[in-house]
């Protein structure tokens, strides 16, 4: 598995497009001045490679891009990645497009659009690179999630910002972030090799075989517990059935053949085999009963409720006729009949003809007293009807009580009912076992090929519980760091880095390099000078990057490393990046020494890795020189060219 970076390409929001070339398998150097967006390549193929977030910084190439691309190298094909700047107030953009083909031709920017995914592209690059389907495992105790580890845990082992490499706290990339440091140590093991590609699907081996293994031996203890001493457990079950009545014999040691034909029969037992209760048990007739005359007593509370509001809207009507009668006679108007048509009510003078008046009054009189006659009729009628509902009212509330008294006094003496109710249940439960101890037992007591079976599953897991065993394979991962250490301790000693007369070692689980001395262990916190921390960083990654290459791990086949030089190259004192601004013989000799050892290396590994640097240094000799792409970023040339930014003077 080859993969390398061919080209890094931006497109800007003018529609143009700034291709930056580099070759494979060899050195290539990015050398400018400060400020020139050197730092940004490493953002910008991380986040074309996945990142959650973009980091390139604000500033002219946030303002004026609009699309990030890369493009790799396979040994059997090229992938062109293109992502989506993110939009204004966003971390990122999940937008990207994807191409593969043996030759990519670079697309301009017009034939870009938002195809896939960049969850899309991960999961491609996880296939393609090679990343086994594991999942971290996480020891028992710990409440840590499972990592499902993707191409994206293998960016660790690819990089090295400004920040990184001259720091002695920190030593892989991203680890200083929340949770990475955990995320490091999980995958390690299983980019490294330590973890075996097949370890998943061996794990969820092992739990089958347990599984099966299980199943089989709780089959076995059921079948020796239902054998017992001979036939002991049939006798047993055949008392049991006696005492639940479904035995009636009084034989309870019968041969061998009665007692299987008679727990056959015990065995096929149904509720309707079982006398039933007399359907004349009183208590039956009376819970019967009972509920029939709570039924009774709702519909007589309904309708004594309806009566009783009909004879309250009765009483209201005629006490609003008689207080209208009242008044009437107040006046002296309401006399029965008593007053003569010729004299007026009002003036007690005399009328010479009945007046229309005189007929009004007398119509509303009459119909007054109608009314109150009428009400005066059915009033005795409603009255006799509420008597007769209280009356059934309480003869039914009564004879619940003497029935519910009934009930409980049945219920008190019936000292067999809860046995009975629940004797059915206890009956099913009887046929159930007696089913499974006859279909089970062995007569023949031959459980000798269960028995072998759980023999050989037990043998299985054994093995494979020994292959995965979690001190198994820490043992394997620091033997195989010890081999990695060989590299580590030679070319520190190349370096002339402190403490490499010791052994010099990666500690996976402080994530540090170590120098073992006879004092004791040298952690690289303990180490001063920034010449050894950039040394032991570019030592412990070259060495990665070796294993990777020789073990054929899906890790991908490039470092890409930001200004190694910048603890003898101040960024504020460089200008041209000649060796003649370091004012020490020691330091510009410890920078040619650094990057002449990176050369050779990477000469030896040709073709598998590539090396990308980008630096102030700009060492001026022909080895140096002609590892040196694109055009030097120093005066007006930088990754964004000014025009992106600045309008022409021209077009005015």
Known sequence: MTMQIRTISLYGKNSERR???????????????????????????EYCLGASECTVKEGHIRQTVDWYAILLQ???????????????????NSAAHMVIANEVKIPMRNQISNSTNIDSVVSFLTSKVGVPEQITEVPEGQTRSEVKISFRHSRYYLFQSQNEIANNEVLFHQQAKPHVPQNIKDTLPYFVGAADDGRLADIEKLRS??????????QLNEIESLKGE??????????EAAELGVYSSNDFIPSDKVLVYELSKIARW????VDCEDSTDPLVSLEREYQGLLQKKNTLKLRLREAQEYGASESGFEKAVRDQCYRLNAIGLFRKFERTHDICPVCKTQNADESKFYAVIKRALADLDSKLDGISRSKPRITGYLAKLREEQSQVLQRIRKIKASINEIREKDEELTRKVDLDILRARLAGKTSFYVESIDWNHDVSGLTNQINILDEKVSILSESLDPEALKERLNAQLSCIAEDMTRWARELKLEHSENRIRLDASKLTVVADTPLGVIPLSNMG???NWVGYHLVTYFALAKWFIEQSRPVGRFLFLDQPTQVYFPAEKSNSGDLSEIEKDEDREAVRNMFRWIFDLVKTLSPNLQVIITDHAD????????????????????LIPKSWYEPDPDSK
């Open 19 to 45: 291709d930056v070339d580099f070759e494979l398998g060899a050195v290539n150097i990015i050398t400018g001045a400060s400020k020139r967006g050197k730092t940004s390549l490493i953002d910008i193929v």
């Open 74 to 92: 396979f040994s059997d094909c090229q992938l062109f990645i293109a992502r989506a700047a993110p939009l204004p107030g966003a971390k990122a």
């Open 209 to 218: 075989l347990k599984r099966d293994r299980n199943q089989l031996t709780k």
């Open 230 to 239: 001979g036939l002991q457990k049939g006798y047993t079950l055949l008392a």
């Open 270 to 273: 149904k509720p309707e085999d």
């Open 529 to 531: 000078s920034g010449e």
């Open 619 to 638: 060492i001026d000799e022909e080895w140096f020189q002609e590892a040196v792409r694109d055009q030097k970023w120093r005066g007006d040339f930088a």
